[in-house]
């Protein structure tokens, strides 16, 4: 029977290419199936999870022989492959705290092309080939895999590496700095080849993945670029030659399994347990990280809890390290920035719900600062024991002393507070000062977010009289609504259960919670314009709220829900000028829901169905009074699909496959001179943004361009002025600005246009009518980021929305009419005679404009044109323009601007060379009643 520990590709979010490549190892077992790890870290496997004893896997007397294929590598010609192969022996052999050896045999020859399975068997002969072809699957896409053949007590008695050289290349260079990447699908020999004997002496995967990052987890290479620190068993090649060295967890790992005499003389050891810091319960699956205190930053080695055989729960060692001072610190196994999981492993029951943090001496605590930490002395020949975590349950309140309404921390409406109930018996108070009438709701969350608070909430006058009050309301935490209809100071207390008076008095739990006061605000109002309402959907609540902005002071003044009920997976928002709000889905349907009365609550809806599986990124652009909608799938075959609808229904017309090119569509956008940006996360494995172009209106694109290549740091993207894309740069927390100079199609630069920003890869983009560029930061907010100055850079940060949990897509109403006849147009503004006067020939932009404007101007003198006729409508010529006869003023030579107008303005007469929209005429018309 064969298992496979890694070999699947891992990827960081739904919409992030694979890791560059997993490292392979599987077992093959005579009576029973021991599982394809050694040991784990230098910890040696405790099998207990598959069923068996406390039994470890091991090369009997650390002896292993291991023959070549006479030829290696059918790639290399140069004999560095044989030679490198012999340094990657050496190097385990050459612990010299370790009587681990491996020598080589004879070597052996396979009629080529060599296959996966042509050197595998149960023979007790070791093989190391290279394989040609995969015939029957037994690499899939792993770089390389160690076979094992195991028997009773946990010997291995063969072991078989097979280098896949059918999808990968392997390299011997040495470049001058080790951290450069080889190149697409080449990985170093050294590097996989150290790895994979490891797996043949007993090693399981080390989640030693580099430094400790500012968020108190480590950063693999993949994060940070830098692999210095990465552990040459950790489950991912890095594609640098950084791994061909053993780092010193690999080499405190093989001193562990395979002792000579020199260890316990020479190095140290520091013990001890993991605990939960409430309920005192083992923690298994902690990473235990012993750091230099010269290097708190740094792992030396590091090991895993209650994973090793026997003990009383929790427990850990670190061994082999060398005299000095250390730091221990834990850290859960998440898979964020360290991918590593328990999955990289055969153990089951990680515990990866606890925060990071120093072990702190005499004071550790379940309530203890994370970065608080005492220095360990290591002498050589002792083992330091006692070194117990207790893990954070909650963290110190920074709101006390708050435990009386005289204390009471000040809070307001659309606020939200972390604090704790620490210690026990501890009750918190806020002040809540009301102007008018008000409905709060009172949001408690413990529970939910996974903290072992069991909270009680209640509201109470100045004078103490309590006037609401909720236990269980949502799992065990408190939600409750008021009215508050005498303008005062009230106070919020939140309290463990059982404390029902607020006062301390048997409470029965501890630990963090979230409190948000929500205050009901004004509706949006009817018959504002839909310019300047900003549509904004949550998959927390399933909603899709209205918010307006009326005065553009950049922060709304009314709140509607649109609709209800729309799911917790959606994709992006776009709009129509009707009124209609477009909601991709996951499904092969867009969703489209009208409001045709005007009150910003949806009337009707229809579904656009599709050939994709999924629609979720959108994309829309109006042109000749046609609604263009743009969908391609994430999770299918990436084709993009361009759907017209000129009858208003929503039910295009016509579609046609744009195009074909993308693999997974990730997020799609056009900007002003109708140029398609489409975020195609499997372009060069890791992302990258595509160019399209429709030049002669078929609804095919017939231009393309890769207009960034390495877009793998990016989540979405919003395109507006010809060349221009904005993009969420998620790992920096900024949104950077790309811009095509020279419209080839290719980002010429890249630039931080706002930083300081919490993004998440689901969350969109949006921009409204005057260039200002929203943003969903903290997954519950919407932000504006306008440019003031026009440097392009955000000026300033501005809450634009109240607190709404779960944000995904934004997108802003149509109003006023856009731009005539925008770049790229197939319906410019033409001139022409028509008998004494002349022929002004425009964009016809659809019924929902009604009235148009004609500006005329001197040439020669620019920027001198005035109305000549305003809020006219011209005569539609059936092709998608409208035209109109007029007279010219005097004998001068004239130039001609046409614009739109509805009812919530004038659209603007375009932009300057500069990308920045030119100020209105001299005089101008207006709005169109």
């Excluded at 944000?807 to 319906?827: K, R, W």
Aim: charged share 15%; proline share 6%.
């Amino acid at each position: 029977m064969t298992t496979t520990e890694a070999g699947l590709p891992c990827a960081g979010s739904r919409r992030r290419s694979p890791l560059p490549g997993a490292l392979g190892a599987a077992v093959l077992a005579g009576l029973i199936v021991l599982g394809g790890r050694g040991a784990f870290a230098y910890v040696q496997t405790n099998l207990i999870d598959l069923g068996l004893g406390d039994v470890g896997v091991f090369q009997m007397g650390g002896t292993l022989v291991l023959r070549l294929e006479q030829d290696a590598s059918f790639r290399i010609t140069d004999g560095s492959d044989i030679t490198t192969l012999q340094d990657s022996m050496a190097r385990w052999s050459d612990v010299t705290t370790s009587n681990a050896t491996i020598t080589e045999g004879a070597r052996f020859n396979l009629p080529s092309p060599i296959d996966a399975s042509a050197g595998l068997g149960t023979d007790g002969v070791n093989r190391l080939y290279f394989a040609e072809t995969d015939n029957n699957n037994v690499l899939s896409n792993a770089i390389a895999v160690s076979f094992f053949f195991v028997g009773a007590g946990g010997q291995i008695t063969d072991c078989d590496i097979v280098f896949n050289e059918r999808l990968y290349t392997f390299s011997t260079t040495t470049p001058a700095n080790p951290n450069q990447i080889l190149g697409t699908n080449t990985y170093d020999l050294g590097e996989i080849a150290t790895h994979e004997m490891g797996h043949c002496l007993g090693f399981d995967h080390s989640p030693v993945a580099g430094r400790f990052a500012s968020g108190g987890l480590e950063a693999s290479g993949f994060s940070s670029g830098d692999f210095t620190y990465q552990a040459t068993m950790y489950p991912y090649g890095s594609r640098t030659i950084q791994g061909r060295s053993l780092s010193q967890d690999d080499i405190s790992g093989v001193s562990f399994i395979y002792p000579n005499s020199t260890p316990p003389v020479t190095t140290g050891a520091i013990s001890g347990r993991v605990l939960n810091g409430g309920t005192f319960a083992s923690i298994k699956g902690a990473h235990v990280v012993a750091v230099a205190t010269s290097a708190p930053d740094v792992p030396v080695a590091g090991v895993i809890s209650d994973v090793q055989a026997g003990g009383p729960g929790g427990e850990y060692s670190i061994v082999g390290l060398p005299p000095g001072t250390y730091y221990a610190r834990i850290e859960p196994l998440v898979g964020t920035s360290n991918p590593f999981t328990a999955a990289n492993t055969h153990f089951t029951g990680f515990d990866a719900t606890f925060p990071w943090e120093f072990y702190d001496g005499v004071t550790e605590s379940g309530f203890d600062v994370a970065t608080d930490r005492v220095a360990v002395t290591v002498n050589a020949g002792q083992t330091v024991t006692g070194i117990d975590f207790l893990t954070n349950v909650a963290s110190r309140d920074p709101n006390e002393p708050n435990n009386t309404r005289a204390s009471a921390t000040p809070v307001a409406c659309e606020q939200t507070m972390t604090s704790s109930i620490v210690p026990l018996g501890d009750v918190d108070y806020y002040a809540l000062p009301i102007t008018a009438g008000t409905e709060v709701q009172v949001d408690v969350n413990a529970a939910r977010s996974g903290s072992p608070l069991d909270a009680i909430a209640g509201v109470f006058d100045a004078a103490g009289n309590r006037l609401a009050f909720a236990d269980n309301t949502q799992s065990l935490d408190p939600i409750l609504t008021v009215d508050l209809f005498t303008p005062g100071t009230y106070y919020v207390a939140v309290a463990s259960f059982n404390d029902g008076s607020f006062n301390g008095t048997d409470a029965r739990t501890v630990g963090n919670y979230r409190i948000t006061l929500h205050c009901s605000v004004p509706r949006v109002q009817p018959g504002t314009c839909r310019g300047q309402v900003l549509y904004a959907a949550s998959s927390s609540t399933g909603t899709i709220y209205a918010i307006s902005d009326t005065n553009h002071d950049l922060q709304f003044e009314g709140q509607t829900v649109f609709a209800n009920g729309i799911g917790a997976v959606q994709g992006s928002l776009t709009s129509r000028r009707d009124g209609g709000v477009c909601l991709g889905t996951a499904t092969s349907d867009i969703d489209v829901l009208w409001d045709d009365t005007g009150d910003f609550t949806f009337d009707r809806t229809t579904a656009i169905a599709t050939a994709n599986p999924d629609t979720l990124p959108l994309a829309a652009v109006r042109r000749a009074g046609v609604e263009y909608l743009y969908t391609g799938d994430t999770f299918g075959s990436g084709t993009v699909y361009e759907m017209r609808d000129a009858n208003g229904d929503a039910q295009p017309e016509q579609t046609t496959v744009f195009t074909d090119e993308p693999q997974s569509v990730i997020a799609l956008s056009v900007d002003e001179g109708g140029m398609l940006y489409v975020f195609d996360g499997s372009f060069n494995q890791f992302g990258g943004i595509l160019a399209y172009r429709d030049t002669d209106g078929d609804g095919v694109a017939d231009h393309s361009s890769v207009f960034l290549a390495d877009a793998s740091a990016y989540g979405t993207l919003l395109a507006r002025r010809p060349g221009e894309v904005f993009a969420t740069n998620v790992p920096l927390g900024q949104i950077d600005r790309l811009l095509d100079v020279d419209g080839d199609g290719v980002a010429d630069s890249v630039a931080p246009y706002a930083t300081g920003l919490a993004l998440d890869v689901l969350q969109s983009l949006a921009i409204d009518g005057a260039d200002v560029l929203y943003v969903i930061d903290g997954g519950n907010r919407v932000l504006a980021l306008p440019d003031d100055n026009g440097d392009g850079a955000a000026d300033r940060q501005v809450q634009f929305s109240a607190q709404i949990p779960g944000l995904l897509g934004i997108a802003f109403g149509q109003g006023p009419p856009e731009t005539v006849s925008l770049p790229g147009s197939h319906h410019p503004v033409t001139v022409t005679r028509s008998g004494p006067g002349l022929r002004l020939t425009w964009e016809d932009q659809g019924p929902t404009v009604p009235a148009y404007n004609i500006y005329e101007g001197t040439i020669g003198d620019w920027y001198s044109h005035a109305p000549l006729l305003c809020r006219v409508t011209g005569t539609p010529d059936g092709v998608g323009n409208r035209f109109l006869d007029v007279a010219p003023t005097g004998a001068a030579s004239h130039y001609y601007l046409v614009t739109a107008s509805d009812a919530c303005g004038e659209g603007s007469p375009g932009r300057a060379g500069s990308g920045l929209r030119l100020p209105m005429p001299n005089g101008t018309c207006g709005a169109a009643p």
